[in-house]
């Protein structure tokens, strides 16, 4: 069997294949309670019914203030957990592992939908809120956030951890830290980002601090059978910013943390990034981690043909593929990818309710 079809176990948890459904945000909670909808549950099955052997959800706030926009779903009650519950069940009953994905945007908090009818941050009028950051350094276009204090940070990082308990009880198989994107935590260990003088800036040690005390504090909850992710960007595509050797020394601390696989993305620190886009661009950030922190990676960044996943796994570069746009297109991927890479019809994911001939016994 072609390796991206082979299962991969993380602590007490195994994916039935490599091909993963990356975390993207739908902007799709109507009522600004943080609550996901049918909504979440339909687009997310799909891609278990699709043969995805692991489905991520969108970012998950784990504080209110922590949302990207005001339509964003959260987790930080017991009536987000328990609506998720339902759309975690769900997955797990088509054969994927349902993972969740927990965070705080920061600075990039309070902003219009990419959908609705206004760019920049919202105003407190229209359900906007006052964003914090680790610097009072806004991020172009959107308005200056006030620089959390030591204290501030200590709630948030319990806040990880008690999105992490709610999470468990909703029966989700993986958690995923979001330390990318120029959100919350990616703001920390930016020095583009971060302008503090204090614990919890300067150096690379006082830069990645909160971020280690956030993986500390949800493993110490989260069960010893469970995996935990966390995703990054392996670098700013900005001069003076983070970048791939600061990536790689981040991993290996968080290795020793409890980490068992390192989700690698870029970029999203500022505006003024450079990015150079072409097919699998990110994938070799994801292959410098794995090579220099000795830790399982997933690889991501227009990875859209199976025998271009595939060759990523083949050349060692990434233990597995996250997949985004192309799966929004097409959310059965594996299952074409199945066919164009050989495996037997038998030893494919799909559902009993798409093998052949099941439709034609109505």
Request: net charge negative; with cysteine; charged share 20%.
């Amino acid at each position: 069997m072609t390796s991206l079809f082979e299962p991969l176990t993380l602590r007490g948890r195994t994916a039935r294949n490599r091909i993963w459904l990356s975390p993207m945000c739908q902007y799709s909670v109507p009522k600004q309670d943080g609550v996901p909808t049918d909504w979440h549950l339909v687009n997310l099955g799909r891609h278990a019914t699709g043969g995805f052997g692991l489905v991520t959800t969108e970012a998950a706030a784990v504080v209110p203030e922590g949302r990207i926009s005001p339509e964003d779903a959260g987790i930080w009650n017991d009536d987000q957990a328990d609506a998720w519950a339902r759309v975690a069940s769900f997955v797990q009953s088509q054969g994927a592992l349902a993972a969740i994905q927990i965070a705080h945007a920061g600075r990039k908090a309070s902003t219009y939908a990419p959908f609705a009818d206004g760019d920049g941050s919202v105003p407190e009028a229209e359900g906007g809120w006052e964003t914090q950051a680790p610097s009072a350094a806004a991020f172009e276009g959107y308005d200056e956030p006030t620089e959390l204090t030591t204290a501030q940070i200590a709630d948030l990082v319990q806040a990880f951890a008690d999105a992490a308990v709610r999470a468990d009880r909703a029966g989700f198989d993986v958690l995923n830290v979001h330390a990318a994107h120029g959100y919350l935590l990616h703001e920390f260990v930016s020095p583009l980002a971060n302008h503090r003088t204090d614990e919890y800036g300067g150096s690379f040690e006082n830069r990645t601090r909160v971020v280690v005390e956030v993986v500390d504090a949800v493993r110490a909850v989260w069960p010893d059978d469970k995996p935990l992710f966390v995703r990054i960007s392996a670098t700013d595509w900005a001069d003076g910013g983070w970048d791939v050797e600061q990536s790689t020394r981040l991993a290996a601390v968080l290795k020793e943390h409890g980490v068992d696989l390192v989700d690698v993305s870029s970029g999203g620190a500022v505006a003024h990034q450079q990015i150079t886009v072409e097919p699998g661009y990110q994938v070799p950030f994801a292959a410098d981690i794995r090579k220099g922190a000795d830790l399982p990676v997933s690889a991501v960044g227009l990875i859209t043909e199976p025998a271009q996943a595939q060759a990523v796994l083949d050349d060692g570069s990434a233990d597995a593929i996250m997949l985004a746009r192309v799966a929004i297109r097409e959310p059965s991927w594996p299952l074409r990818a199945a066919h164009e890479l050989g495996i037997a019809p038998a030893d494919a994911p799909y559902a009993p309710q798409y093998e052949r001939g099941a439709w034609r016994k109505g």
